[in-house]
């Protein structure tokens, strides 16, 4: 029988990929998401794409805070594992409003963990973020550098990493992999979903993708002057296909009976600078991308790549797609959906 | 003048009863929310009586801080000027083994309570932390400028709530906000009516000693002999629960201070004391011997520990006035008067 798996935030950017890589790799799906930042389009253009497969997925408009409404999912199936991606993800609004997001955040995860250990479901996957090594001293980031926040979305990963691993040591029948994602970019090579954030982009390609088509007039380069090639921040982009993957690999993992709560990069290794992501977007979409220069941002690190040997040896997971795919399929997704998934009513109707 | 309103939460525990009858005495108004998890009514009928005429200005509701209506009814009912927040389970072992029960109460009760208090417009809090949020301190005394870090859940959850309101009040310059590092606090009330009364094993030393002393614990098991100290045992900071809670009057008063943000204030003595040191004192004062097990250390546990208190002193101008002589002197009295904590006799029962 197919494996159940429960993916909070499944409606979601990195969600809705992964949710049908899942159903294209056999497992079930039931997804809970407030849609708070997301839609159920994304799911219903899943449902699509994943053909007969499609029919293994449900979701739920559920508010991991409401305990009674997360009980029910959980006594109405048994749950093999839990995805947990859910929770609020931008920095700045996390400043304005830190108890937002801990509420979100942290009440939403507590309050996961205690159905779920209610439950007997004790295997869990966790979003968490690169993040956590804020200004790494050297790169790239192993697994064992150490780790902080700099703000209070970054805390809110910090802060559910140590109750995960706490939970973990209380009792050893939990296997918890937290994974920590890079910066994932690009869409599904269908077009079909993709990244749809709500207001003004947090990120540098959603922004970039928003230029392309029109509804930005140009892309402000925060910082010019930091020691890389090009003066610009060098990030470890990943194509969310294959971050999507290495989801699937790491619920594989936790089949292996000696997985306690263990922390797995999801990188490709490799950095990129603003300029040199601005230009490959550029040679993928054929459109020009006006730049304004800018100071650094505050709380910005200077270079963060993933050290992806970890992932590689346990969880025989390795990034496939480079930044050239990355920006295809973000153009793709973008010229094809200018306006996310608002953009035509097909994919909201079904 | 109109009496400050001040809600204290966590009011009917140990420290949060002493805080409670010093603010009475000190003109305030005090609702007081407790859950009564781990205390009992019982403390604050006799906060009441000890009050005399200042009692008729305490309330108390039995409430769960993550009871968000309940909460947000006794903020519509009263304007408070400040809040105290002293509710949230502190037991290291059990926090070891139970990690979301101490997740779920201390940060999700805390969280509720900010939301609850900016949504009502009140937004000068005082907090317990710990002086564990210093973990094994590479020096002493320990400054509020330390590194902070936890070996526990109990600690990660004091640790977070500090950093979740070093983040709402850098969210909102209106929030003021005094973290209080507590050290090892100890004692009772002169009286003798109020005192620390833990459900089941005590985790911390003294009222551990105390139950010896009464004969509900055959024997003190001592916890390392071979740390770096003058006789091997563990050094602390003890400090009276009356100078605790008149540091809580002290940051009260300091919240009216228009140039205060978000600060963070040890109480402590800033004198370290060895275990046996104080096991000496607590003899001296019962007139009881202690019978001791000595046994190896306790993986987490600190060798020396011990606050500075200038910047408490030079802020706050508040300073702790007893040394462990009183400390003992007024915990026998609590014990040998209730042996069995607020169970020891029905009449309080029973009103």
Redesign the interface.
Known sequence: MAKSVLVTGGAGYIGSHTVLQLLEGGYSAVVVDNYDNSSAASLQRVKKLAGENGNRLSFHQVDLRDRPALEKIFSETKFDAVIHFAGLKAVGES?????LY??NN??GT??L??VM?QYGCKNLVFSSSATVYGWPKEVPCTEESPISATN?YG?TKL?IE??CR??H??DSEWKIILLRYFNPVGAHPSGYIGEDPLGVPNNLMPYVQQVAVGRRPHLTVFGTDYKTKDGTGVRDYIHVMDLADGHIAALRKLDDLKISCEVYNLGTGNGTSVLEMVAAFEKASGKKIPLVMAGRRPGDAEVVYASTEKAERELNWKAKNGIEEMCRDLWNWASNNPYGYNSSSNGSSS
């Open positions: 400043v304005e409003k830190p108890l801990y509420n942290i009440v507590v309050t963990l205690e250990a209070p805390r802060f140590e109750i706490d939970v040591r209380s």
